[in-house]
């Protein structure tokens, strides 16, 4: 262990010194030197940075330099060195020789970005009447010179007549008596103000109107309380705070045991008895309940599996064949182009009936179309750089042929696909997508593209459902775009169908998450309260990707995006986080999700309800498998890829160990 940790050592104070050119000069005799140095931009600035190679003798070399940014989204520089500052930052620069690994020498500068002067603060979400003996959030919006909201802008609150109303620690506004104070809100020179009257407090007494005595972990109740005057009439604008105690069944440790929002939103975690607390004023209600195990658990079977091990397995889909039988495709990740057909007709005896094998180290993506005839594969890292799709006729999947390749305007590589009415939505080179007309397959036809014209944008993958596009975009988030939608649209009812086509895609609307992680998205509308989200599925590699021999541990989670008020007031409202793994792909069906979470396998989970807080501690996961296989690409790690529901079974791809097809075992488990 001791020889582990020192040679680990080692290998960090390499790294170290080679960052700082110092084993670079030492081992090649050259170093790089940038010009301009201490530089400080501007949003929207340009500036051409020049690198010159020079011996250990001052001498210049004719070593030809590129540069790259550790930032691309925020600060974008040419390979030739022209920087262009897109967000405010500090953000790395690097410039490198172009020759042999061995003989590459490397050269990293920062470039800070400065922020544009703050303009306006402004308090929002202001209530009308304010009463004695309560607590309002206050809320600001800080905007700067080029009206972009600045987050992180220092912001101090003050009151002028503490005695009336005063700040707390939070920024919550504490109304203590009647009377008149002056709020104050103010960054750097900035400031804005709020004349404030403090009313006397009405309120006798607070009731709780709901009638729900015992619910499940994870049921969402609404607590609805009201605050009422002596005579009886209801406060409607009297705000209320709401609390919880819990005694959980278990003697494990507490934990998070629940959830309560400021509505009065409540979810539970584990089972036991909860009393809610409402408060107005110095009027306070209470109710307790009961609240038992989801107790939904069932049996995963594992039914077949098709070993893959000399290559990596990536994207699958499942279809019925024309002959009635069943089929599968699989694509491979850092192979040599291949694409396997599978017969699944019978899952405990999968088997491989054809491959194609195409130019390319990557066939990522892997579709079939709604009648079952035409599949179109991804290609990444062709030889000749001509990348794009190709489009195979699987009428007979044993015999499957290629119809034609397809590579306009395609030839930075395509990631991921989707096929929806005979036209395919294709990632290009990961800026946009392509719609790609395939009527005529042997003669397909790109009608036209979308692309975000945000800094530094970039796309992952699209999913399209009754017309409407949905693309995962990173750090942009999730982008609904209509192109042909119709009015039994899976959307938002406010949403004007048909605004859009395949030859004029329209965006809709968008959400983004901090993370900006944001690598899958999947619309669905909850079966059992007509609920329309959108999931929006993580993916990232904080620990690094084990191509070879290491397992991978990656990072992030599903979140649940509900759009109830229309395509431009989306809301975060749940997530599903399993500790210490990360998502991939996953699929909706009825009100089960079904994701493969990279490292922690396959999950199946209940999505019935309303949602709210992590489905993970509630007991909403009904089964789960890891697979994982003594002779996979990577032994013994499991990294699932791709789950897909279809006649009551669960096929899914594994990166490390190829195609698994399972059965839930109906008779619950039933916990404690």
Same mark, same amino acid.
């Given at each position: ?8 050592? @080692? ?48 001498? #210049? ?18 390979? #030739? ?18 020759? *042999? ?7 990293? %500068?920062? %470039? ?54 005063? %700040? ?14 002056? %709020? ?212 007979? *999947? ?70 409407? @596009? ?18 039994? @649209? ?60 290491? *397992?991978?541990? *990656? ?88 789950? #897909? ?28």
């Amino acid at each position: 262990m001791k020889k582990i940790l020192s040679t680990l050592l @080692a290998l960090l104070f390499i790294c170290a010194i080679q960052e700082n050119g110092y084993s670079q000069e030492a081992r090649t005799g050259k170093k790089i030197v940038i010009e301009p140095t201490n530089i400080e931009l501007k949003i929207d600035q340009e500036l051409q940075l020049k690198a010159t190679v020079l011996n250990d003798k001052d001498e #210049q070399l004719e070593d030809r330099v590129i540069f790259y940014s550790r930032a691309r989204r925020s600060l974008s520089v040419t390979p #030739q060195g022209l920087v262009k500052a897109l967000k405010p930052g500090t953000f790395s620069v690097v410039a490198r020789t172009v020759g *042999p690994r061995s003989e590459r020498i490397s050269k990293t %500068i920062e %470039i800070k970005v400065a922020y544009p002067p703050i303009k306006e603060i402004t308090l929002v979400d202001k209530p009308q009447r304010i009463y004695a003996n309560t607590n309002v959030p206050l809320s600001y919006r800080v905007t700067d010179a080029r009206d972009l909201e600045r987050g992180n802008a220092s912001v101090s609150l003050s009151s002028s007549n503490p005695e009336v109303a005063k %700040i707390d620690p939070f920024g919550r506004l504490q109304a203590l008596r009647p009377g008149t104070t002056t %709020i104050t809100a103010k960054t750097g020179r900035v400031s804005t103000q709020w004349e404030v009257e403090i009313l006397e407090n009405p309120v006798a007494a607070v009731s709780i109107e709901n009638e729900v005595s015992n619910i499940r972990t994870g049921d969402v109740v609404d607590f609805n309380a009201v605050a009422k005057t002596a005579s009886g009439e209801v406060i409607e604008d009297m705000p209320l705070t709401y609390s919880f105690t819990s005694k959980t069944d278990d003697e494990l440790g507490e934990g998070a045991s629940g959830q309560i929002e400021d509505d009065g939103r409540f979810v539970a975690n584990k089972a036991g008895l909860f009393t809610i607390f409402a408060k107005a004023g110095n009027a306070i209600a209470e109710k307790t309940i009961r609240v038992d195990n989801r107790n939904i658990q069932k049996e995963l079977q594992v039914v077949g599996h098709g070993l893959i091990s000399d290559v990596h397995t990536s994207d699958l889909w499942v279809w019925e064949g024309i002959d009635g039988r069943d089929y599968a495709i699989t694509g491979t990740w850092g192979g040599n182009g291949e694409a396997y057909f599978w017969d699944v007709t019978d899952p405990s005896n999968m088997a491989i009936v054809d491959t194609v094998t195409v130019d390319a180290r990557t066939v990522n993506d892997v579709k079939v179309s709604e009648d079952g005839r035409t599949a179109v594969i991804t290609r990444e890292g062709a030889s000749d750089r001509k990348n794009g799709i190709v489009i195979l006729d699987v009428t007979n *999947p044993r015999d499957v042929k290629i119809i034609s390749e397809y590579n306009n305007g395609l030839t930075g590589g395509v990631h991921n696909a989707f096929i929806y009415k005979n036209h395919v939505f294709a990632v290009n080179n990961g800026r946009r997508y392509d719609i790609i007309d395939i009527n005529d397959p042997k003669n397909p036809e790109t009608v036209s593209r979308f692309e975000l014209d945000t800094p530094g944008h970039s796309i992952h993958d699209v999913w399209v459902e009754n017309g409407i @596009a949905y693309s995962s975009n990173w750090s942009d988030g999730i982008v609904a775009v209509d192109v042909g939608s119709t009015p039994m @649209a899976n959307s938002p009812e406010k949403h004007n169908v048909g605004v859009g086509s395949f030859k004029n895609p329209v965006k809709l609307g968008s959400f983004t998450y901090p993370s900006g992680w944001n690598h899958a998205a999947f619309p669905f509308k909850s079966k059992s309260t007509d609920d329309f989200y959108v999931i929006a599925g993580d993916e990232a590699f904080p620990n690094g990707l084990g191509i070879d021999n290491e *397992p991978t541990i *990656p990072a992030g989670w599903i979140h649940f995006v509900k759009f109830e008020g229309g395509w431009n007031s989306p809301k975060e409202v749940a997530r599903y986080e399993v500790p210490e793994a990360g998502t991939h792909n996953m699929w909706v069906k009825g009100d089960t999700l079904y994701v493969a979470y990279y490292n922690a396998g396959l999950r199946v989970v209940d999505i019935s309800g309303e949602l709210m807080g992590n489905l993970y501690d509630q007991g909403r996961e009904i089964a789960k498998h890891i697979p994982t296989h003594h002779k996979g690409r990577v032994p013994n790690a499991p990294m699932a890829w791709g789950p #897909q529901p279809y006649k009551g079974y669960i096929f899914m791809s594994d990166w490390n160990s190829g195609l698994w097809a399972y059965k839930l075992v109906e008779e619950p488990r039933g916990t404690n």
